[in-house]
């Protein structure tokens, strides 16, 4: 089973690691960009910046309501190849949905559940390390 271990600041309680992500229809890692991403476990859905939309020029599929912080939200949604380098392997989802969120200062990518189901993801704040295994 491939594993990603990173490092991470428990005074920031924060989870960041490289997401690549290309446009539905680019294959190829000459096509993707890589992006910083925020792991989010309280996310039921994976989202994207208006740079990550602008940067690879897609275009709307639908619009989705979302529950969130601010309470009841519509919000476009996307697709997108999206890929978690682990080393030599990479975990990819071709033609993954993504919601649209306003602008970060520190990320362009959350990570939620619907990404973050597909393998294990323990965190351990005594060593300040995260690991996301498939």
Do not use: W
């Not at 990603?4 to 190829?28: A, H, K, M, T, Y």
């Not at 919000?75 to 990819?92: K, Q, R």
């Amino acid at each position: 089973m491939p594993c990603l271990s990173i490092p991470f600041d428990v005074r920031q309680r924060q989870l960041f690691l490289d997401v690549l992500l290309c446009e539905p229809n680019g294959e190829g890692v000459e096509n993707y960009t890589s992006y910083k991403g925020l792991i989010d476990t309280g996310a039921t859905n994976s989202c994207i910046s208006a740079r990550v939309v602008n940067d690879l020029q897609l275009s709307i599929v639908g619009f989705q309501e979302l529950h969130g912080v601010a309470g009841l939200t519509k919000a476009p949604y996307y697709f997108v190849n999206l890929s978690v380098p682990f080393g030599a392997t990479e975990f990819v989802t071709p033609t993954f949905r993504v919601n649209g969120f306003s602008a970060q200062d520190h990320f362009d990518v959350l990570l939620g559940m619907d990404v973050l189901s597909k393998g294990h993801l323990s965190i351990d704040g005594f060593a300040g390390r995260f690991t996301f295994c498939l």
